[in-house]
């Protein structure tokens, strides 16, 4: 905390879309909440100086630099916002942590299982000198999310038998887009899996407060060749002479797996980016011995409820309506039936930590909770590599005699 003693001075690395995600967040939190602490925005960082200088004056940082590391060392810098892809998270976090500032860092938390222990393990060591730590998996924070949590931790669903996730988008079905850095591995780490599918992973523990136990997963590059971006650099390009440089895709453009979690229920995930029509249709339903939940995070206002126990003349699943003030974070919006959005996911994330960073709270979900996402992630590209429980169906045709 500053000098200024409830003032959080944050410095924010990226600026991009998480960037910008970030940044109307931090703007809105505590004209929203009241809140023991106000954030206050500091610093902004990204590579090129015109366009983060640019990107300062949009977003509304008071300063800008290209240096991250100049960011970190600041005396008058409380928070570190990590927004850049997942090769910079590990490097970032552990000098933000180790030089004592409180850290929030974008999901995937990295891009190994070594790099995501290796910053849990400086996360508990901060810890003890006063800085804390979360991973921004903000769709905990939609409100029919966190009330789909309720109603699991109520009892409201009996024993969880069935949890059923899937995450579509389709940016990259045109074969003709480019060669973006989260179609790289040495910069995001894996692809559809990492980037969407680690959102359903941690929702879904997050909702019934159970880790899953195991996988069993196929994935699928469909596009292994696009055009490079206009402004690629140090990247091998391929050309046949006539046609533009093109580059190899070398992450999964689709995860699709089975699994089971701690409470034995069965469950079913996929993450895709080749989902034509789907843009952002992040959707959980879950099956318990007393009811069920549906959520898609394209009508993330609602919430469908079906109770088992109520009379059978009566069952059915209910749409409820979040928007109501006694639903998660909507007190302090707007009255009922005036729907929020993606962005407020974000604002209701800053909520909690700067509410949690103020009274010495633990954030959630820590960096514990993202390894144990990552370690899924890991599984999930281990199952599929070795392909173990793949049997092989023959085709009819080969099986009658002629
Ligand atoms: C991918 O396009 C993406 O931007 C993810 O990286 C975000 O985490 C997700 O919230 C929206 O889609």
């Known amino acids: 905390m500053s000098t200024n003693d409830n003032e959080l001075r944050v410095g924010m690395v990226g600026y991009a879309f998480m960037g910008a995600a970030h940044s109307q967040a931090w703007r809105t939190v505590n004209r929203v909440y009241d809140l023991p602490a106000r954030a206050r925005m500091k610093l902004v960082c990204g590579r090129?100086?015109?366009?983060?200088a640019e990107a300062a004056d949009r977003l509304g940082w008071e300063e800008h630099t290209t240096d991250w590391r100049e960011l970190v060392a600041r005396p008058d810098i409380d928070v570190v916002d990590i927004?850049?892809?997942?090769?910079?998270?590990?490097?970032?976090?552990l000098a933000a942590l180790a030089a004592g500032k409180h850290v929030l860092c974008?999901?995937?938390?990295a891009n190994t299982v070594a790099e995501a222990r290796e910053m849990t393990a400086a996360a508990a060591t901060a810890r003890a000198g006063g800085a804390r730590s979360m991973c921004g998996f903000n769709y905990r924070r939609v409100p029919a999310?966190?009330?789909?949590?309720?109603?699991?931790?109520?009892?409201?669903l009996g024993e969880i038998r069935h949890v059923r996730a899937s995450y579509l988008q389709d940016w990259i079905v045109d074969p003709l887009f480019p060669?973006?850095?989260?179609?790289?591995?040495?910069?995001s780490g894996s692809g559809a899996l990492g980037d969407i599918g680690a959102h359903i992973i941690d929702l879904t523990q997050y909702v019934t407060g159970q880790r899953i136990t195991g996988v069993s997963a196929v994935t699928e590059t469909f596009v292994k060749e696009r055009p490079l971006p206009s402004e690629s650099s140090g990247l091998a390009a391929q050309?046949?002479?006539g046609s533009a440089a093109t580059g190899p895709v070398t992450v999964d453009d689709a995860a699709i797996f089975v699994a089971r979690l701690?409470?034995?229920?069965?469950a079913t995930y996929e993450a895709t980016r080749f989902a034509t029509g789907r843009k952002n249709a992040l959707r959980v339903e879950i099956n318990g011995s007393l009811g069920s939940v549906a959520f898609d995070l394209e009508r993330l206002n609602e919430l469908e409820f079906h109770d088992a126990t109520r009379p059978a003349a009566e069952q059915g699943f209910n749409r409820i309506l979040v928007t109501e003030a006694e639903h998660p974070y909507l007190s302090a919006w707007w009255p009922p039936g005036h729907i929020i959005g993606y962005e407020h996911s974000f604002t209701h994330q800053m909520r909690d930590f700067i509410e949690a960073v103020a009274t010495g709270a633990d954030p959630t979900p820590s960096f514990v909770e993202a390894l144990q996402v990552q370690l899924v992630l890991d599984a999930v590209v281990r199952s599929a590599e070795l392909g173990?429980?793949?049997t092989e169906v023959e085709p009819a045709l080969a099986t009658v005699s002629a």
Request: with cysteine; hydrophobic share 35%; charged share 30%.
């Open 48 to 52: 090129d100086p015109e366009k983060v």
């Open 145 to 156: 999310v966190a009330l789909m949590r309720q109603l699991v931790a109520d009892g409201r």
């Open 262 to 266: 701690e409470g034995g229920s069965l």
């Open 388 to 390: 173990s429980s793949w």
């Open 179 to 187: 060669l973006v850095w989260r179609l790289r591995k040495e910069v």
């Open 239 to 241: 050309t046949d002479g």
């Open 106 to 109: 974008e999901k995937p938390l």
């Open 83 to 93: 927004c850049t892809p997942g090769d910079s998270h590990a490097e970032i976090a």
